[in-house]
């Protein structure tokens, strides 16, 4: 299924696997002795690439497609799959699961690193910017820094309350309103660049996430998918190429899976599965898409809504009507077996890399988005 990729067009490249320097301590000397495991897995990680070097989003928020451009062929039977929620609610455990890891084979390293014990009492972030990886079947797994998070927050404002990263071209922001226009950038470019979303939520009464899908709908409008024509001249400014309409069916948006982890037995049952649904109709029943004719299907088959049941600590689970496994093992099929949007027309796994970061400085600049910034940074809910 890959395609042939830049130098030798028989030699696929290496397939972007494991996540070095996150895996917890002792991770490896279960059923073992005298820390043989450890070291092994030490020695592992020490072969491995720095994965800071290969973030598409640095924690200065640049796109950066050097070091991941040899990773992706000329392949055009690919797929992209994103990840977007809050800190700690399994995002890289959910992409760890669709790109087939099995934790039970000791030794391991998953593609994704999974918050640790540590980093969860140091209260920190596992993830930054925007983490790639890309499996054998051509399937590339976007898994993204924790939006509403208190740590990137915390590392992202100076004494004066300022903001140490530029967001929005121009605009000198705040390190609150900064943090807040950072999580709609991050959706609006995983809406604009992905073929499936994935929108993460912690249980079932917390509708920050969908209140951020709704506004990355709202201000998505005008930045058009990495295939598009629009992206083609590099005369015109990011400014005027933002300012230029898009043509007809360049308006553009990834299917969307809703998807509510550690919900509790007492909310898991089949009358809140069902008033999130209908919740889930009425917010995104208008839901951008490529076509009308992909509007109806997508509307035929309903938005896609998935309820993950907490996980002990010792990693079992009794819910009373699925199983954390099981639950997991269906969003994967899901995302596996799903009809996606489709780009406006065919590229390659390199051109989609190229031209995503074409997308994301559309999004720097985007009048849209630096309009809604100045709408809240007058409002008053946030200090200039």
Known sequence: MAGSGGGNPNTAPKILLAKPGLVA??????????????????????????????????????????????????NTEFTVVGVIGPPGVGKSTILNEIYGFDSSSPGMLPPFGVESEETRMMARHSTVGIEPRVSSERIILLDTQPVFSPSVLAEMIRPDGSSTISVISGQSLSAELAHEMMSIQLGVLLASVCHIIIVVSEGVHDASMWRLMMTVNLLKHGIPDPSSTALSHP????????????????????????????????DNTPQNFQALQKGLAQCFGTYSSVSEGQDAARGAQGTKLFLVPAKGKDGSSRPLYESYASALWKVRDQVLSMTASSFSRTVSEREWLKNSGKVWELIKNSPTIADYSTTLQTSGLYRK
């Open 25 to 74: 301590a002792g991770k490896f000397s279960r059923g073992g002795g005298g820390g043989g495991a450890d070291d092994d897995a030490a020695a592992l990680r020490s072969r491995l690439p720095s994965v800071g070097s290969l973030n598409l989003l640095s924690d200065s928020w640049d796109f950066q497609i050097d070091r991941f451009l040899p990773f992706l062929t000329d």
């Open 235 to 266: 005369q015109s400014s990011d400014k005027e190429a933002a300012n230029k309409p898009l043509e007809s069916g360049d308006e553009y948006m990834a299917a969307p899976i809703f998807v509510h982890t550690r919900v509790r037995d007492h």
